[in-house]
């Protein structure tokens, strides 16, 4: 996790599963201290966040109960050591901290809300090295670990490793979902993974728009336009065989705009195309191996009963894991404002037929 989240901006991951607990079975023995990790940290710059509470469940106590205690979930600030090694040194030894303090609150729900209290590591995930997360029990002077590799993005020698990169489509050519006759295109999606350690991609596609007032005589009102844009998640949890590489047709891209944007008829609101980000999450094999293990164990036929979370935290639970974002801005052509304006069960969205520019 990175500056911004505790939790991977790819995929929907960890946290509902490693949070259940049980009211009627004591699955993890009486108070006994057992940290859960929620550790998917982006590589490069920190500062990065990992999250470690506690689980146990006490006798004759409602879990429920329990959750709204914020001594019940978290560890004390004297409780626990939390150290990150980088190939067998120690890196850095990471700061109890208030999340709230630093403007990332915690979201309500069952849990308590606050303190929201996480461990902040500051320096920088270099790529292509081991990482090793170590938890020593201050009290009990019991350790867990979990063990990960970060991926590679560079070219670290002479072999010539290509960087993880988004190969298509090409800076040189706007975007086209549709032609001047309407008709649908094709746009391939692709980017490199060889040799970079990553399992599982999401590819998220991000649609720049401006919003504008116009006048009694259908003119923008100058200083009223205001950039925007929206999230289209069209394929997520791509594993890296056979290929990485996705055709999405432009008919899935206008369903998108059609069911997510809203009808201003009647309004003095205008909207434009403006460009398109091809965004793809990389991370590495042990989310991955979650996320599969999740899918088996929640499926209807063929799955285990109850979930086994898949960890890779020895005596504990949880995960420690690594994700990279690459984002590569592209231009709209032309057609796709042509279509949006023209095209009658597009007209009530308020797209004009000419894009506009940052």
Known sequence: MRSRSLVAGILLVIVAVFSQCSNEIEVIGAWKEIPIVYGILEQGPGPHYIRIEKAYLPPDTSAYSVAQKPDSIYFGANDIEVELFMNGALYETLERINLDTVGLPKDSGTFAKSPNIAYRMNKTVIAQRDFQLLITNLKTGETYSSEESSMRLGSPN?????????????????????????EMKDVRFDWRKEETGAAIYDLTLRFHYGEFQVDAFDQEINGTREFKYMDWMPVQSIYEAPSVAQSINGSRFYDFVANNFTD??????????????????????????????????????????????????????????????????????????????TIPEMKSLGFVGYKCFK
Request: charged residues 15%.
């Open 158 to 182: 002479s072999l010539g490793y290509s960087e993880f990169g988004i190969v298509t489509p090409s800076s040189f050519k706007a975007l086209q979902w549709s032609d001047a006759n309407f």
């Open 264 to 341: 201003i008829t009647g309004t003095n609101t205008r909207r434009c195309v403006v460009s398109m980000d091809v965004i793809v999450d990389g991370a590495t094999p042990s989310l991955a191996e979650y996320i599969k293990a999740n899918s088996a164990n929640s499926g209807l036929i063929g799955g285990l009963y109850p979930l086994e979370p898949y960890s890779n935290v020895e005596g504990g639970y949880g995960m420690l894991a690594f994700k990279k974002r690459i984002i590569k801005s592209l231009d709209l052509d032309s057609d796709v404002a042509l279509y949006l304006n």
